[in-house]
């Protein structure tokens, strides 16, 4: 039901972004988040959309170059990675919860989409 896709190679300082088609759900009625996975450490919530417009969270990390957004009408959520660095080197997923805020817990998300590589080589 959540189609990740975007990832790939790019380079230190490069951008890139990464969307989340959504089928069988309307995602205004979830809460949206972007998480990563970078190897042998634990999947966090780097930014997300809280539902029904209410709000937006970036990880300090990401703060001031990563942009979460949504588009009803494609019914798909975006995040715009610019000012790419190596720590954000990571398999990204994109997943809803049904019902309250943005939490950085997986168990609290439903719905998960494939994860989808990205690779910020220096």
């Known amino acids: 039901q959540l189609q990740a896709c975007g990832g790939g190679l790019v380079q230190v300082g490069g951008s890139l972004t990464l969307s989340c088609a959504c089928s069988?759900?309307?995602?205004?009625?979830?809460?949206m988040g972007w998480f990563r996975q970078a190897q042998g450490k634990e999947r966090e919530l780097v930014a997300g959309?809280?539902?029904?417009?209410?709000?937006?969270y970036y990880r300090d990390s990401v703060k001031g170059r990563f942009t979460v957004s949504g588009d009803s009408a494609k019914n798909t959520v975006f995040l715009q990675m610019d000012n790419l660095k190596p720590e954000d080197t990571a398999v990204y997923y994109c997943?809803?919860?049904?019902?309250?805020?943005?939490?950085?817990?997986?168990?609290?998300?439903?719905?998960w989409g494939q994860g989808t590589l990205v690779t910020v080589s220096s």
């Open positions: 069988g759900l309307t995602f205004r009625r979830y809460s």
């Open positions: 959309i809280n539902r029904s417009g209410g709000g937006t």
């Open positions: 997943a809803a919860r049904n019902g309250g805020l943005l939490m950085d817990l997986e168990n609290a998300y439903a719905y």
